[in-house]
């Protein structure tokens, strides 16, 4: 079945109008409940459709899936089946849920597939075995050399001739509603000599979105720019958590390490990339001229808005950043293609960050450093509260949602809540 915008799909399950969780979506994530063992779901509006019974009930007898396949507590095995497979799956469950088909409509067993997303607890989507951080928007990494380097030469001389990334820590990746201890380390004022050691006092989000990967390679292999998205099977919204002061400090000669590794917040539900085909747009024009390998045929970007909140402890949640996907200068498959362009293989369930999404008004910033200019200007919130960084206390909500042409395909949320250091 296509889910292309020409075709209007009407589904016989109540979804409201501004639900990110559409027929035309159909993400994949892995659930629980009291009475439930970790398994595959598919959300639909405010429900959870639960694939392992769906196959007990013979809807799927015609894949000759694995005995067991939504059985799982991370999607990694399914993923693995294929992109042929996968898709098959999602489609198969697009038909079930059209409003003119009655199988599952009808069925006996649909009040055992259907079960509510408040009923049910989110665990993290994927086994995640290595994480790449990457550094792909020109506005934040203009951004961030005019504070620290010269802003006459904002632009290290290498970032526009490849995407800047480096390999982060996957075992601090955690999901959605897990909350954050404030991170210590080593600090050091530019009017001391010496460093001190204590919790970070410049702690930061970076609103990011991360791609994970579907399909493996082998040692020595590579992927190019055209095949790039048979690799990737779907993204989630990121929220790489970094504590500036410790970074600034630690990352001559090589890179981020403390300050980044404590924490980074992935949304639950994985919104595939089928779900996002007709969102694409023309990537942004790169002078110079990229070599070949990171050339593209067709477009890889997409239009993706995307939001940052801040809501400190009994109040309401602040916007304080607006932005959008289609602001990054290197692109999915240019970050894929020079990634494994060396030989290192790549794994199911690979996550691969975007680096901070910034756009070029200053509401458009996609981190706190940002937004208050190193601490420089303060982020008024809507109660009259000021930030220039997060404090304990406060809780940092991410969304994001793609619309066009009456189509809705939406992230949800990422969120957690800082807590005091320890």
Not at 307 to 334: C, H, L, R
Request: charged content about 25%; hydrophobic content about 35%; overall charge negative.
């Amino acid at each position: 079945m296509s889910d292309s915008p020409t075709n209007t799909l009407i589904s016989w399950v109540e979804v409201s109008k501004n639900s990110d969780f559409t027929i035309y979506n159909l993400p994949f994530g892995i659930f629980q409940n009291k009475k439930l063992s970790p398994r595959i779901g598919i959300a639909i509006g405010d429900k959870i459709v639960d694939l392992s019974i769906l196959d007990q009930e013979g809807f799927f007898s015609d894949m000759f899936l694995p005995e067991g396949v939504f059985l799982k507590d991370s999607l990694n095995e399914m993923i693995a089946l294929g992109k042929v497979i996968t898709k098959k799956i999602r489609e198969r469950v697009q038909d079930l849920l059209t409003a003119d088909n009655e199988k599952l409509r009808d069925h006996s067993a649909r009040g055992k597939v259907m079960l509510h997303r408040k009923e049910a607890t989110m665990l993290m989507p994927v086994k995640i075995g290595d994480y790449t951080d990457f550094y792909s928007s020109v506005e934040h990494a203009t951004n961030v050399g005019k504070m620290f380097r010269d802003p006459e030469n904002a632009l290290l001389p290498n970032w526009k001739h490849l995407p800047v990334g480096y390999h982060g820590r996957a075992s601090s990746i955690i999901p959605s509603g897990v909350p954050i201890t404030r991170p210590k380390g080593q600090t050091k004022d530019p009017e001391s000599g010496s460093p001190v050691f204590g919790p970070s006092k410049k702690l930061d989000f970076e609103l990011e979105l991360a791609f994970i990967t579907g399909k493996s390679t082998k040692l020595g292999d590579s992927v190019s720019t055209a095949d790039a998205e048979d690799y990737i099977f779907g993204f989630v919204l990121f929220n790489d958590w970094s504590a500036r002061d410790i970074q600034a400090w630690e990352y001559v000669p090589l890179g981020p390490f403390l300050g980044k590794s404590f924490a980074s917040s992935i949304s639950p539900w994985v919104v595939t990339l089928e779900a996002l085909e007709q969102f694409k747009v023309e990537s942004q024009v790169q002078e110079p001229e990229v070599l070949d390998y990171l050339k593209c045929d067709k477009s890889h970007s997409f239009d993706i808005q995307l939001e940052a909140y801040i809501q400190p402890d009994g109040e309401k949640g602040s916007k304080v950043s607006t932005t959008n996907f289609k602001n990054m200068y290197w692109n999915v498959a240019q970050q894929l293609a020079h990634h494994t362009v060396n030989g290192c293989n790549i794994n199911v369930g690979d996550m691969m960050a975007s680096g901070t999404i910034s756009g070029q008004e200053p509401d458009s910033y996609g981190s706190m450093l940002e937004l208050s200019w190193n601490g420089k200007e303060v982020v008024k919130l809507e109660s009259g509260t000021e930030r220039t960084f997060i404090e304990d206390g406060d809780t940092v909500i991410m969304k994001g949602f793609a619309e066009k042409d009456g189509v809705r395909v939406g992230f949800g949320e990422v969120k957690a809540k800082v807590l005091p250091a320890k």
